[in-house]
């Protein structure tokens, strides 16, 4: 797997950017000193309604216009999801954030406070969409920026008549609703994987693992170094020396990056990014699959490029759908899509798993590419030390990023 050629986000005056808003954006408010308090999971409702907010879990970080100095029409949007709705904006136009922040990312983050055409348009059609969604659609956010944008800086007028007259490309359903006639459900292309990984004795045995690898950002010509610390049933650490510590506990989680590229440098998590660390710890040994989402539903067969897939979904405690897919054949995992709120749309996390390898007699990826509205980073693991044990204060709410890589 190589890196995508062009992102259309971040042409070639934005290297540098790239870098410092993948970063930028993943972060949110300032941390608040008092740890996230025991997650409330929502009952998932029986269809999924992706155009509606579902209920935070957390205590809001801090708000857009605490941390921020020119905020005028995302006033009472938690920082965090702020940031989100850049990326989000940034994407729906496929334009980089200095399209409407014309330093060139030059000037730092105050530039990005100064006003400008672009800058005045974009309120203008946020105050749009909300009308919209207000007077047409009982306020649900149905239409957003994608709705008519879709990729473009001006919405098209006219049709894509090869989208009729061609052979269909692949296109999946946006959400999972019900089992295929003659696919397998949900729970059977689960149990499957775990059959496929190693069976559930071996996984039950190899209960934590270390592991040391590479991780390349888009933009960036060198990789740089990382650890990753895993314990079984759902607690996760990986440090990315020179750019971010993502934590989760088992319960709470944090994100930290060097303030240097970036004003919301530390912080804690809420919600779907939440839920989406959990996730991420279960799936790294994944015993516990079956109840770390609810809501099953599927399968539906698809194709991930050559591979025949069967593609599941279920519902995080925030509620929002998680896709997996499967390959048919060797029943290994091969792609995760998650949802992150942003204010003005939903942001898409997309996980690309391969090169899976045997550790303890249990199968794990080595290589996977991530991806999302504004940044992509492949990480490729070169060792993993099974069954270690691994001091708690891993998993503990990071002090800063790491900027020092350890000797080797
Ligand atoms: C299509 C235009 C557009 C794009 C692209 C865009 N922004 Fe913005 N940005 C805005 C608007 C509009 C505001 C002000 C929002 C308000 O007034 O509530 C803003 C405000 C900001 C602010 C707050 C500055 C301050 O101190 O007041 C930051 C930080 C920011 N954007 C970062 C980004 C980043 C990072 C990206 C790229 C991922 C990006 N923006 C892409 C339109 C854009
Ligand atoms: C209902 C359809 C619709 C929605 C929703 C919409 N836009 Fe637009 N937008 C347009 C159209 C149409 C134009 C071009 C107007 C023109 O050509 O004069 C435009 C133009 C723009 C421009 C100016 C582009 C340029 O440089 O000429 C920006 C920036 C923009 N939209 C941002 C957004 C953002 C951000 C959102 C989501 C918050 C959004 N739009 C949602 C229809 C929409």
Not at 111 to 140: Q, V, W
Not at 151 to 166: F, L
Not at 219 to 246: M, N
């Given at each position: ?7 259309i986000i971040?042409g ?73 709705s850049m990326g989000y904006i940034s994407n729906a136009l496929a334009v980089n954030c200095t399209y409407c922040h ?16 672009k800058k005045?348009t974009a309120?203008?059609m946020i105050?749009?969409m ?14 957003t920026c994608v709705s008519c944008h879709n990729g473009n800086i001006r919405p098209k ?187 003005i749309g ?27 509205q504004s ?34």
């Amino acid at each position: 797997m190589k890196l995508v050629p062009q992102s259309i986000i971040f042409g070639a005056l934005a290297t540098t950017a790239a870098l410092f808003i993948a970063s930028a954006t993943l972060v949110g408010g300032q941390a608040p000193a008092a740890p996230a308090p025991a997650r409330r999971p929502a009952p998932a409702p029986a269809t999924p309604a992706p155009a509606q907010r579902p209920a935070a879990t957390g205590p809001r970080a801090q708000m857009a216009e605490d941390v921020f100095t020119n905020i005028t029409v995302l006033k009472g949007v938690p920082a965090d999801e702020f940031m989100a709705s850049m990326g989000y904006i940034s994407n729906a136009l496929a334009v980089n954030c200095t399209y409407c922040h014309l330093g060139d990312g030059g000037g730092g983050w105050p530039e990005y406070a100064k006003d400008n055409d672009k800058k005045r348009t974009a309120r203008r059609m946020i105050l749009m969409m909300n009308a919209i969604n207000k007077e047409n659609f009982g306020g649900r956010r149905v239409v957003t920026c994608v709705s008519c944008h879709n990729g473009n800086i001006r919405p098209k007028v006219t049709s894509n008549m090869s989208v009729y007259y061609s052979v269909p490309t692949t296109d999946e359903p946006d959400a999972i609703t019900r089992q295929a006639p003659g696919a397998p459900s949900a729970e059977q292309v689960i149990d499957k994987y775990i059959q496929a990984i190693g069976g559930a004795q071996k996984l039950a045995a190899l209960t934590s693992y270390v592991a040391k690898g590479t991780f390349l950002s888009y933009g960036e010509a060198d990789p740089g170094r990382l650890e990753i610390f895993v314990k079984a049933p759902a607690q996760r650490a990986e440090i990315r020396y020179g750019g971010s510590t993502t934590v989760y506990d088992g319960r709470n989680g944090w994100h930290a990056v060097p303030e240097a590229i970036s004003p919301l440098s530390q912080r804690v998590l809420n919600g779907a990014e939440l839920d989406g660390a959990r996730l991420d710890a279960i799936l790294a040994l994944p015993g516990q699959l079956k109840t770390a989402l609810t809501a099953w539903r599927g399968a539906i067969p698809t194709a991930l490029g050559d591979a025949d897939v069967q593609v599941i979904q279920g519902t995080t405690a925030s509620g929002f759908p998680v896709k997996l897919y499967f390959d048919d054949e060797s029943g290994l995992l091969l792609r995760q899509i998650r949802y992150i709120e942003a204010a003005i749309g939903r942001s898409t996390w997309q996980y690309d798993y391969s090169d899976y390898r045997e550790v303890a007699g249990v199968k794990i990826p080595f290589k996977w590419t991530f991806m999302w509205q504004s940044g992509q980073s492949v990480v490729e693991l070169t060792d993993v030390q099974p069954n270690v044990a691994i001091d708690a204060a891993r998993f503990t709410r990071p002090a800063g990023p790491a900027s020092e890589a350890p000797a080797r």
